[in-house]
């Protein structure tokens, strides 16, 4: 399927509630406070985020904010020369210290909650590769990713959809276009839906998100608020040779009138390798037709460059 559930993990529901409800107050502040929080020379891969990032139609994504930050380290490096190499993430964190200071705390713990939850899924992906690739083709993913410093988080908060903007709410990847995750693993919260900052239940069954399996079947994700959701990245299926898969989602925005005023928040922690992890692509991985390969191999930091180079418009 490409997707599981993690249920029981102690805290979390009270660190996610603690978190997803501070995206709708993030998206609040005045203009003049959020461009304060913007970092272009990452490419908008640290702090706030609007309108910067391209969809399925070429056009730039409006529908959405995001605030990225690594939960895990705010200075992942003082290397000066790697910082200008791989700004979108040997750049350090930036907090709204004066205007939402409690967002810092709550970024943080429940990314390094679901961090510590997504090592345990990766110990298991190890083991179920381990018994369809050679051992001396293998590499450990769960090793990777402890030794890693490029783990981000990104703070999701969808604009309330209005009469204008739900014309063509007829696709199911209305809310977020399809696409597949370029990490590791990414952990997902189930979102919080809201309406002028109360939260409320979301009122049409067929939103949300859907994954496509490998079989093709477009399935509709369904998991509890208690539990936290993992998918697989393209990482992971150039590390496994393809013996992983990466998962194909995509969000669809709620329809109806009912739909009126809607916001949604949610959080998604992107697990991935060190960005001078070198990736050998395998003939039996076929993605991104577009990202030009040299001799087949790439470090992660090289392959995240080559697609901020297609989702976006500005380079550092």
Request: one cysteine or more; hydrophobic letters at 35%.
């Amino acid at each position: 399927l490409g997707i599981l559930s993690v249920k029981d993990v102690p805290g979390y529901s009270a660190l996610r509630q603690s978190l997803l409800c501070l995206a709708p107050r993030l998206a609040s502040l005045p203009e003049e406070v959020k461009r304060e929080l913007e970092d272009a020379h990452s490419r908008y891969n640290f702090g706030w985020s609007h309108g910067k990032e391209k969809l399925e139609s070429g056009k730039l994504d409006m529908l959405k904010g995001s605030y990225y930050a690594n939960p895990l380290q705010d200075v992942p490096t003082s290397n000066s020369s790697e910082i200008q190499r791989y700004p979108w993430y040997c750049g350090s964190n930036i907090w709204p210290k004066n205007s939402l200071p409690e967002l810092e705390g709550a970024f943080k713990a429940l990314g390094k909650l679901m961090f510590d939850v997504g090592l345990m899924v990766a110990y298991h992906c190890d083991q179920y590769v381990s018994k369809g690739i050679e051992q001396h083709e293998m590499q450990n993913l769960e090793k990777i990713l402890v030794a890693s410093r490029c783990h981000k988080g990104r703070l999701l908060y969808y604009f309330p959809a209005q009469d204008s903007t739900r014309q063509n709410n007829d696709s199911i990847s209305s809310w977020c276009g399809w696409h597949t995750d370029h990490g590791s693993l990414t952990g997902l919260t189930r979102a919080i839906f809201s309406r002028d900052s109360v939260e409320v239940p979301c009122p049409d069954p067929a939103s949300g998100l859907y994954i496509q399996t490998r079989s093709g079947q477009i399935v509709k994700v369904v998991f509890g608020e208690d539990e936290i959701a993992y998918q697989i990245g393209e990482t992971t299926a150039i590390l496994s040779r393809g013996y992983l898969c990466a998962t194909p989602h995509c969000v669809r925005a709620p329809q109806g009138e009912e739909a009126h005023g809607l916001e949604r928040s949610t959080f998604a922690l992107f697990m991935q390798p060190d960005w001078d992890q070198k990736l050998t692509f395998p003939k039996e991985v076929a993605i991104h037709e577009k990202v030009a390969l040299s001799n087949g191999v790439l470090t992660f930091g090289e392959y995240t460059e080559k697609l901020l180079n297609i989702y976006y418009d500005t380079k550092p």
